[in-house]
């Protein structure tokens, strides 16, 4: 059994220790706004918080995050001013991929609220859109 943080709600998993957090988010939590894209930490849409920092859930064993806190994109409650901003600014697409992109931005924003063209293009780098509807 592992005990983990997720959303500020305190879980425990009974899966094995190498199944893959994002395993456990959608099918044991029922979380379903991680997606699933590539299962090789390639593509970002399984991008979660780990303390705070962008992880890709896809390759992390859950047995790694005993005792961690985990954000998902149902733990920024639609309130943060990057989803707002998402929504006024009309950039969803397909959806798929926007989970992953949201996740990994706002990890850059908390580290710095006025990054660099340059520092955003670093950041998001690893982050893929599915329907192409995003630079690359």
């Known amino acids: 059994?592992?005990?983990?943080?997720?959303?500020?709600?305190?879980?425990?998993?009974?899966?094995?220790?190498?199944?893959?957090?994002?395993?456990?988010?959608r099918d044991e939590i029922g979380l379903k706004g991680t997606k699933f894209g590539c299962?090789?930490?390639?593509?970002?849409?399984?991008?979660?918080?780990?303390?705070?920092q962008a992880t890709r859930s896809c390759v992390l064993p859950i047995g790694a995050i005993a005792g961690k806190n985990i954000t998902t994109i149902e733990g920024?409650?639609?309130?943060?001013?990057?989803?707002?901003?998402?929504?006024?600014?009309?950039?969803p697409q397909c959806g798929y991929c926007q989970s992953g992109q949201i996740m990994q931005a706002a990890t850059l924003l908390a580290a710095?609220?006025?990054?660099?063209d340059?520092?955003?293009?670093?950041?998001?780098?690893?982050?893929?859109?599915?329907?192409?509807?995003?630079?690359?």
């Open 118 to 136: 340059e520092e955003i293009v670093s950041h998001m780098n690893g982050n893929y859109c599915r329907c192409m509807a995003y630079k690359r």
């Open 76 to 91: 920024l409650n639609n309130e943060h001013p990057l989803q707002k901003a998402w929504v006024e600014e009309q950039v």
């Open 112 to 116: 710095n609220p006025s990054p660099s």
């Open 1 to 25: 059994m592992v005990t983990f943080t997720i959303n500020g709600k305190v879980v425990e998993s009974h899966a094995s220790e190498d199944t893959p957090l994002l395993w456990v988010i």
């Open 39 to 52: 299962g090789i930490a390639m593509c970002g849409a399984c991008t979660v918080h780990l303390d705070g």
